[in-house]
Antibody, heavy 123, light 110 residues
Framework: EVQLVESGGGLVQPGRSLRLSCAASGFTLDDYAMHWVRQAPGKGLEWVSG????????AYVDSVKGRFTISRDNAKSSLYLQMSGLRVEDTAFYYC????????????????WGQGTLVTVSS | QSVLTQPPSASGTPGQRVTISCSGSSSNIGNNYVYWYQQLPGTAPKLLIY???QRPSGVPDRFSGSRSGTSASLAISGLRSEDETDYYCAAWDDSLSGVVFGGGTKLTVL
């Protein structure tokens, strides 16, 4: 059974940093691209970032470029999102999401989602 | 303002067929596959339709997808009360080099 478990969310002040982690199990992580998708409370879905199976290809939504860094450790079956320069508008549930393919670009293909971790940016 | 445009709401009665539209452009729907996700209240989204019209195993054949030009549609036939929830379309956008979602459609079963 595929399981994705996020951790690392919490309350943080504007301008500070936070690192999200995702522990993957039930599948071989290095066979798939992985993504982070966020959802502000009561709002719609927004793709944040994706990373290919071998970390060679990485993409970000414009609003987080230069502030967020996605990475993965296939040996540890883990996905990460390092967030810096956090803004109030980054407040959201952050979902760790498994891709259907090895690659990030070309499709919005997500087949398994974690339950999400809430990041609240507030002073 | 989402890159893909969905109606904020849709409704139907039990047993009816309803469709939810998703409008985009040549840089996303017009050139790339469309995906549909269903999100039940308080839960993570679930893949409903992939590559325009393919159903993952376990998704009832009451759900179907289609794409024409720069628009796509999700159709739900034999509407049931448990279908009352939020639906999102998504596609890769070549100009933005990222995945874009529709704003979501809340389906009400009357």
């Amino acid at each position: 059974e595929v399981q994705l478990v996020e951790s690392g969310g919490g309350l943080v002040q504007p301008g500070r940093s936070l690192r999200l982690s995702c522990a993957a199990s039930g599948f071989t992580l290095d066979d798939y691209a992985m993504h982070w998708v966020r959802q502000a409370p009561g709002k719609g879905l927004e793709w944040v970032s994706g990373i290919s199976w071998n970390s060679y290809s990485i993409a970000y939504v414009d609003s987080v470029k230069g502030r967020f860094t996605i990475s993965r450790d296939n040996a540890k079956s883990s996905l990460y999102l390092q967030m810096s320069g956090l803004r109030v508008e980054d407040t959201a549930f952050y979902y760790c999401v498994k891709g259907i393919r090895k690659y990030v670009d070309g499709e919005g293909d997500f087949d398994y989602w974690g339950q999400g971790t809430l990041v609240t940016v507030s002073s | 303002q989402s890159v893909l445009t969905q109606p904020p709401s849709a409704s139907g009665t039990p047993g009816q067929r309803v469709t939810i539209s998703c409008s985009g452009s040549s840089s996303n729907i017009g050139n790339n596959y469309v995906y549909w996700y269903q999100q039940l209240p308080g839960t993570a989204p679930k893949l409903l339709i992939y590559r325009n019209n393919q159903r993952p195993s376990g998704v009832p054949d009451r759900f179907s997808g289609s794409r024409s030009g720069t628009s796509a549609s999700l159709a739900i036939s034999g509407l049931r009360s448990e279908d009352e929830t939020d639906y999102y379309c998504a596609a890769w956008d070549d100009s933005l080099s990222g995945v874009v979602f529709g704003g979501g459609t809340k389906l009400t079963v009357l």
